[in-house]
């Protein structure tokens, strides 16, 4: 996917607190930098609770930020949001629609709301793959079918930009898939989607581009290739039959190696045909070589060093950083 | 704003508690009927032999007693006329008749609007939940976040709130009113009670019943004010009931003068052409043993009064409503 530079959202030390029933103040979203490109899935990750809902909400306009700016489209939100909503189309956690009608009345009345020409209702049911059950009463769909048909929802618009909340919430393994081929089918046709989730390894396979945030601050953002480059990188597994000996011969290359039962983890290792020249100059023959998968999660938790999703703030963390080559 | 009205009422067609808020308001409204058929019901065979047993008594007590009872009324008359000339006691017609000992039976001209009146309240509780509903239900269920990332201009989706309940009230109003105000004469018809009545009965009968639903009307909007202000039907419920409590019925005990400022009167003024409450007024008079002397003063509240008073609280409701909904997060 290419990306063009310009920016589909973009806030800037956006700020939301919440009062508590006991009168304390709740921060949800502190100092928050996001900027989402046009083109592509980009995907807005975190745990539970980092603040991930809140900033679409205020990105749509449902709640107040106390501080900061929010531009869609270049445009300052939520001032100028009536002029660009046209262009947003969103799901913000699940959907309410009308139980007691189909999900072709619901979609009718809604594009009758926003007045969007009533044909693409059968264009969009089609799009979700939910022609065949769009005479079905809502209350009648399931959880995946319901979220296809809020996807089919912010279709109407055929907006530039989709939101989309936490929209596999639920969802068995099949129904996280279908979501995951309609988000890039419609990257796939130029859309720029922003999709959040607390499951990284979810978004991951589908996300061009992520941020990922923790009680509510950025703490890395960036190219997915770029992150997963330079997170917890270059590790090697390798089993030996000696790895007492075998360590100190790859420590004294000058790499970090820990024990991990009989095997060795080694890390900063440069290419793992290395680590097998160097242990057969000296006899030793392994068993096991393999470098160990990278992925989001594991740089998330190598962010927030095990500290747990969203336990410690990202700033007080000396490898809070983002990541190299980012389009933001 | 139109597309927005017509899906809001193709919203409220489809909710089944504005259907069944206006069932029941109609089927409660039956019982005003029912008591206007017992009001103008002819006597029964039973009733008519009973009355003709008792007619019969009196008859024959007449015969023997009569002529002494004429002679003691005249005695009084002529008594009452030294002091009032015009008194006339009514002796020739001390005979007892027949219809003295039947059940009384009312006409549509005496209790028509005696039976419609306590309608309003029926009208204006059912209309202000339904007010209430249709928003309280969008906040609770999360309806109206979603709603909002469609229709984001807060303004237009509370205006097309405001006007959904006036277009759905409308039928509702008519359907309840209409519902009593025409039980009423079709069952005094029936009884036989139809009688003569004139044009200003049908002027003040339907004037009332158009005020009714208009007072209806009002009460839908103020549910819809109070909805987008306070977000929860329990918390609305709450308000309600307190307000009831506090400024209906207690402030004018405390206070009598207030009285001509509480809904209540100003809801009856504006519904039955105008109303009165007295307020007990004090002068001091030393000759007396509380040394004071008090005599109830008739204040009146007109049906105009009563109107602006409505309107002023419909909009003091409605602004404060649409101030909190464009002002508050919704989540």
């Given at each position: 996917m290419a990306f063009t530079g310009e920016l589909a959202i973009s806030t800037r030390g956006l700020r939301k607190t919440y009062r508590r029933l006991n009168g304390s103040k709740h921060v949800a979203v502190e100092g928050l930098d996001l900027d989402v490109p046009v083109g592509g899935v980009h995907g807005f990750l975190g745990p539970n609770g980092s603040g991930k809902t809140t900033t679409i909400r205020m990105l749509l306009g449902l709640i107040r930020a106390d501080q900061g700016t929010m531009r869609v489209f270049d445009q300052p939100v939520p001032a100028r949001l009536p002029d660009v909503v046209g262009r947003v189309g969103a799901i913000v956690e699940q959907p309410k629609f009308f139980p007691n009608f189909s999900g072709r009345r619901n979609l009718l009345l809604l594009a009758g709301a926003i007045g969007a020409d009533s044909r693409l209702v059968e264009v969009v049911l089609g799009d979700v793959g939910l022609a065949d059950r769009a005479k079905d009463r809502y209350r009648t769909y399931s959880l995946g079918m319901k979220q296809r048909l809020a996807i089919a929802a912010t279709l109407l618009k055929d907006p530039d930009l989709l939101i989309f909340d936490e929209p596999t919430n639920g969802l068995d393994p099949a129904g996280i898939r279908e979501i995951r081929d309609v988000m890039r089918g419609l990257a796939g046709r130029g859309k720029t989607v922003l999709v959040s989730s607390h499951i990284l390894a979810e978004v991951e396979q589908v996300a061009d581009t992520v941020s990922i945030i923790a009680r509510g601050r950025m703490i890395a953002d960036g190219r997915v290739s770029d992150l997963l480059g330079t997170g917890a990188a270059r590790t090697v597994r390798v089993g030996v039959a000696v790895p007492g000996t075998a360590g100190s011969l790859l420590e004294a290359q000058g790499w970090t190696v820990r024990r991990d039962g009989h095997q060795l983890l080694v890390d900063g290792a440069p290419d793992p045909a290395r680590i097998t020249e160097i242990l057969a100059r000296q006899g030793l023959f392994v068993d096991e070589l393999t470098p160990v998968k990278v992925d989001l999660e594991s740089v998330f938790l190598e962010l927030t060093a095990g500290q747990g999703?969203?336990?410690?703030?990202?700033?007080?963390?000396?490898?809070g950083r983002r990541a190299a080559g980012s389009d933001s | 704003m139109r597309p927005l009205l017509r899906a809001e009422l193709a919203r409220t067609r489809a909710r089944s508690f504005v259907w069944f808020v206006a069932i029941l308001a109609a089927v409660a409204g039956l019982g005003f009927v029912a008591m206007a058929w017992d009001d103008t019901r002819p006597p029964t065979a039973a009733q008519v032999r009973a009355a003709q047993d008792e007619f019969a008594r009196a008859q024959a007590e007449w015969d023997r007693t009569g002529d002494d009872r004429v002679a003691q009324c005249r005695e009084v008359e002529e008594q009452t006329r030294e002091e009032h000339p015009d008194a006339d006691l009514l002796c020739d017609q001390l005979a007892p008749v027949v219809e003295q000992f039947l059940p009384y039976q009312s006409q549509l001209e005496e209790l028509g609007v005696q039976r419609l009146e306590p309608v309003t309240v029926l009208v204006v509780l059912a209309m202000l939940a339904i007010g209430v509903s249709l928003v309280s239900t969008d906040f609770a269920t999360g309806a109206m976040s979603t709603w909002l990332t469609f229709a984001p201009r807060r303004g237009r989706v509370f205006a097309s709130k405001a006007c959904a309940v006036l277009v759905a009230g409308l039928p509702i109003g008519v359907l309840v009113v209409g519902t009593v105000a025409g039980g009423i004469v079709a069952v005094t018809t029936w009884n036989g009670a139809f009688g003569e009545p004139g044009s200003w009965f049908w002027q003040e009968y339907l004037g009332l019943a158009a005020r009714q639903i208009s007072a209806g009307l009002w009460a839908g909007l103020v549910g819809v004010g109070l909805a987008f202000a306070l977000r929860h039907a329990a918390a609305v419920a709450g308000l309600a009931v307190w307000w009831v409590a506090a400024t209906e019925s207690a402030l004018p005990v405390l206070l009598p003068v207030a009285r001509g400022a509480t809904l209540s009167t100003n809801l009856v003024a504006w519904t039955t052409g105008g109303t009165s409450y007295d307020v007990p007024e004090c002068v001091p008079d030393p000759s007396t043993v509380t040394g004071e002397v008090c005599q109830d003063v008739a204040h009146v509240v007109s049906t105009a009064q009563g109107g602006l008073v409505l309107l002023a609280v419909a909009l003091v409701v409605l602004g404060t409503g649409l101030l909190v909904f464009r002002l508050r997060d919704v989540t």
């Open positions: 999703p969203g336990t410690r703030p990202p700033d007080e963390h000396p490898h | -």
